[in-house]
T-cell receptor, first 112, second 113 residues
Framework: DGGITQSPKYLFRKEGQNVTLSCEQNLNHDAMYWYRQDPGQGLRLIYY???????QKGDIAEGYSVSREKKESFPLTVTSAQKNPTAFYLC???????????FGEGSWLTVV | KQEVTQIPAALSVPEGENLVLNCSFT??????LQWFRQDPGKGLTSLLLIQSSQREQTSGRLNASLDKSSGRSTLYIAASQPGDSATYLCAVRLIQGAQKLVFGQGTRLTINP
């Protein structure tokens, strides 16, 4: 089945650790995105990529990093510089800017 | 700065009612508007996409309208069912920085059997 796969579903991070969230899509979409969702708030854009080997910062990129080495993959690293990383992280993709955007099932990150 | 507002934050209605969810945005310079459904602890499911040149879109019991000049969109759900219970979010795609979606905070809908 075509879709977006995020892993792991649940992840715990110790203080000072970097962690990487995986996002893979088999929809042949050019654009991919990472959003963060906090309780009581809407989704906020972390990073996006329109094409392989290119990506741009969103509204809250500080403390995060991404790569786009393959069309189907867009991993997000939450670095130790991100002071409040506990949140629900959502990966998404679309054919292009004017098209429907599709989301994965999300990853829960908790700092312990 | 584009702001998207959804009112009410929560809504509870009996099964079978027709209902309307509201979404308003401050800047009419949008590329399109999309409605999503989110079940607890899950990702978002796309419901309807309305391009800026369109007035409405329909899918089954759902109908979404767009009035760009007044900065408003509505999602109409006909003959509501308990399975419709979820959080509904709207998002606008900006013309400037066209990859960016700006989301509302959502309306949590409960359909009571």
């Amino acid at each position: 089945d075509g879709g977006i796969t995020q892993s792991p579903k649940y992840l715990f991070r110790k203080e000072g650790q970097n962690v990487t969230l995986s996002c893979e899509q088999n929809l042949n979409h050019d654009a991919m995105y990472w959003y963060r969702q906090d309780p009581g708030q809407g989704l906020r854009l972390i990073y996006y990529s329109q094409i392989v080997n290119d990506f741009q910062k969103g509204d809250i990129a500080e403390g995060y990093s991404v790569s786009r080495e393959k069309k189907e993959s867009f991993p997000l690293t939450v670095t130790s510089a991100q002071k409040n990383p506990t949140a629900f992280y959502l990966c998404a993709s679309s054919v292009g800017a004017g098209n429907t955007i599709y989301f994965g099932e999300g990853s829960w990150l908790t700092v312990v | 700065k584009q702001e998207v507002t959804q009112i009410p934050a929560a809504l509870s209605v009996p099964e079978g009612e027709n209902l309307v969810l509201n979404c308003s945005f401050t800047d009419s310079a949008i590329y399109n508007l999309q409605w999503f459904r989110q079940d607890p602890g899950k990702g978002l499911t796309s419901l309807l996409l309305i391009q800026s040149s369109q007035r409405e879109q329909t899918s089954g019991r759902l109908n979404a309208s767009l009035d760009k000049s007044s900065g408003r969109s509505t999602l109409y759900i006909a003959a509501s069912q308990p399975g419709d219970s979820a959080t509904y979010l709207c998002a606008v795609r900006l013309i400037q920085g066209a990859q960016k979606l700006v989301f509302g905070q959502g309306t949590r809908l409960t359909i009571n059997p």
